[in-house]
């Protein structure tokens, strides 16, 4: 929805944060604004997700749930077998990025 916001805050609250939650954000968002984020604890509002290619789409609340049934009907209409398929891969490949966090203990 357009209200929606994101943050993450462990330099708010003085906890560190996990090094693959680190990472997950950085395959995803740009690193300035990841570092911005972790850094500052400021709140990222849903038109800049959006910008960072971090939100698929913003969405109206009362268009919310017939929004979120179109995107399923679509994935539904799809090759069943394929879309398994390349959900794995993606799974995969997405693990592969990912740190130990031994390395930064």
Same mark, same amino acid.
């Given at each position: 929805t !357009?209200? *929606?916001?994101?943050a993450i805050t462990p330099a708010? #609250? +003085?906890?560190? /944060?996990? =090094? $693959?939650? &680190? *990472?997950? %954000?950085v395959g995803v968002? !740009? #690193?300035? @604004? @990841?570092?911005? &984020? %972790? %850094?500052? $604890? $400021? #709140?990222? $509002? =849903?038109?800049?997700?959006?910008? /960072? +290619?971090?939100l698929n *789409?913003? @969405?109206p609340p009362d268009e919310l749930s017939a929004k979120a049934s179109e995107m399923a009907a679509t994935i539904a209409s799809r090759a069943p077998l394929v879309v398994t398929v390349l959900k794995k891969q993606l799974r995969q490949l997405c693990a592969t990025a990912n740190l130990s966090p031994d390395i930064f203990e």
């Open positions: !357009p209200d *929606a916001t994101f708010k #609250v +003085g906890l560190p /944060y996990h =090094a $693959s939650g &680190m *990472a997950h %954000f968002l !740009p #690193v300035h @604004v @990841v570092k911005w &984020m %972790f %850094f500052s $604890s $400021s #709140v990222l $509002s =849903a038109e800049e997700a959006h910008r /960072y +290619g971090f *789409a913003i @969405v």
